[in-house]
């Protein structure tokens, strides 16, 4: 029989994966939260954060922490954070990992090849897990095959806790709050601001990217095994964009955003219509992509992606040479600090909706707002966001839904404080315009 999730664990947060690239900004993170919040990081708020960091190397982890202690000037890190050696192909060193803590950060991937391990050894061992997965394949499959186990063991899964989809997917949930009415469309306009060095992704996304494409299909044949009925179109049809079009909402050029934030969305509305009865919102996500020269570059470097991720060549090619193919978009280096120093980003979200009183059924929408998410560099936003989503996990537990399962951000923290956790760290919430309501 699986561990129940206790407090007499020796840690509230294990960060599985903490010497690779977004691990690191996580292993940072925790350490700041868990020395600002004496006495109330741990379970209940009671106690103070304990924690560990665990992966293959521990040569690894120990030159992370190190590295950790040194920017952050705690040489405590060096000695006083525990090391967990565990490995997704060892079965036995994840189930060991599991055992010893309330919630495991998952920061291994792309996740479609290293995730379900993990998701399968937590819920074994009664550990709640939490990733920052932007691969809809993955998220959408763990949701189907073990969201049902989870329930009956009394575990959380919540996926996409990073910047693919806590700034979409709570800023939706956002917006509903803000607006005095029914809510029933939402643009949103994703803008990044760099520094003179520029900005860059890391290796690990754009082979997120690369796998994600080339299996295109199998996402379209798993949406169909959930069954689920099309969620009911409320208030007026929605003009369609163009794919690309010059959007005066961030004066740049503009394309349909390719990550998993429409899908994430999608599922926390739904799960919302389901549970709650609440409307659901029709949601079309941006990106800008700034002038003419970029978009002659995202189109040719887009046409060649395209060709080449339907071969298994064409796939090894992208992934062994990603600087190239992205025309440095992406290296195996990732962004340098001063790079992610400079970054920031900003998601602007529209919506339109019926005012109160006003029947959805009747007419033109005769409500708008206009709210924005605000942060620094996505790495940065990732790290806070997974921390904090954490955070709130183990202190608001009992306001999480049911009792278990698998869950989106929005959909497992629809009732706690984590919008408002994310707005004293990373991300400000604001409502730019609230314009109604013409007769």
Not at 104 to 116: A, D, K, S
Not at 162 to 187: N, R
Not at 268 to 283: C, G, H, I, K
Request: glycine share 10%; proline share 5%; aromatic share 12%.
């Amino acid at each position: 029989m699986a561990a129940a999730v206790t407090s007499s664990r020796p840690y509230h947060v294990i960060i599985f994966g903490a010497s690779g690239f977004s691990g690191q900004f996580v292993v940072e993170e925790v350490a700041r939260y868990a020395a600002g919040s004496p006495g109330g990081g741990g379970a209940g708020g009671s106690a103070p954060l304990k924690w560990a960091v665990a992966g293959r190397s521990r040569q690894r982890l120990e030159d992370v922490l190190k590295r950790a202690a040194e920017r952050l000037s705690m040489p405590e890190l060096r000695t006083d954070i525990e090391i967990i050696v565990a490995d997704v192909s060892i079965e036995e060193s994840l189930d060991l990992m599991c055992q010893q803590g309330l919630v495991i950060l998952n920061c291994v991937g792309p996740y479609r090849f290293y995730g379900e391990p993990v998701v399968k050894a937590c819920i074994a061992n009664g550990a709640h897990y939490i990733d920052i997965s932007g691969e809809p394949q993955f998220l959408e499959r763990m949701q189907l095959e073990y969201h049902t186990e989870a329930l009956d063991k009394g575990v959380y899964v919540i996926g996409s806790c990073g910047f693919d989809s806590i700034p979409a997917d709570l800023g939706i949930l956002y917006m509903q709050k803000q607006f005095k009415g029914t809510l029933t469309a939402v643009e949103s306009f994703l803008k990044f601001t760099c520094g003179p060095e520029g900005s860059s992704g890391h290796d690990a996304t754009w082979q997120s990217a690369v796998y994600s494409f080339a299996d295109s299909r199998s996402l379209r044949q798993l949406r169909r095994k959930f069954g689920h009925k099309p969620l009911p179109v409320v208030g007026a049809k929605v003009k369609q964009r163009s794919f690309l079009f010059f959007s005066k909402e961030i004066d740049q050029y503009t394309i349909p955003f390719m990550g998993s934030d429409h899908s994430v969305v999608k599922r926390t509305q739904r799960f919302l219509y389901e549970e709650d009865q609440q409307s659901p919102v029709r949601y079309s996500p941006y990106v800008g992509v700034g002038g003419l020269f970029s978009v002659v570059k995202i189109f040719c470097g887009g046409l060649v992606f395209w060709l080449m991720v339907k071969f298994s060549l064409g796939r090894k090619l992208l992934t062994s040479f990603p600087s190239f193919f992205s025309f440095g978009l992406f290296t195996k280096s990732g962004p340098t600090m001063k790079q992610i120093e400079d970054t920031c980003c900003s998601m602007t979200f529209y919506g339109e909706g019926y005012s109160e009183g006003s029947d959805p059924a009747q007419g033109q929408p005769n409500a708008k707002i206009c709210t924005q998410v605000t942060g620094a560099d996505g790495y940065v936003i990732t790290a806070s966001a997974m921390v904090q989503a954490a955070v709130t996990l183990l202190n608001e537990l009992h306001s999480l839904p049911r009792r278990g399962g698998v869950y989106t951000p929005g959909a497992a923290f629809y009732k706690t404080s984590l919008i408002e956790r994310l707005n004293n760290h990373s991300l400000k919430f604001s409502v730019k315009a609230n314009i109604s309501h013409s007769k």
